[in-house]
């Protein structure tokens, strides 16, 4: 059974920082690539970056430059280091792991919230 834990989220003053972390377990975590998505109230959840089994990355525009993500296969984890933070990146942020690349996401965390107050 797959279980993706996020952490790491919570109340953050705008250009603050944040990492979050997602512990994995119940796949070889080296296979998969990870992603990282998020969902502000009342919208669509987006992509926000990703990254390989061989660590190549992918971002969204609205976060490159700023979010940085990694991996440490030897904790099964995967993080992501969001820095220069915006109210606008307040939404509930979710890992999901997957196959292929760019990668096909079959299994899900629960999300964790993070607020940037203004």
């Known amino acids: 059974q797959v279980q993706l834990v996020e952490s790491g989220g919570g109340l953050v003053q705008a250009g603050g920082s944040l990492r979050l972390s997602c512990a994995a377990s119940g796949r070889t975590f080296s296979n998969y690539a990870m992603g990282w998505f998020r969902q502000a109230p009342g919208k669509e959840r987006d992509f926000i970056a990703a990254?390989?089994?061989?660590?190549?990355?992918l971002y969204a525009g609205s976060v490159k430059g700023r979010f940085t993500v990694s991996r440490d296969n030897g904790k099964n984890t995967v993080y992501l280091q969001m820095n220069s933070l915006k109210p606008e990146d307040t939404a509930v942020y979710y890992c999901?792991?997957?196959?292929?690349?760019?990668?096909?996401?079959?299994?899900w965390g629960q999300g964790t919230q993070v607020t940037v107050s203004s």
């Open positions: 990254i390989s089994w061989t660590g190549s990355t």
């Open positions: 999901a792991m997957g196959r292929g690349w760019p990668a096909r996401y079959d299994y």
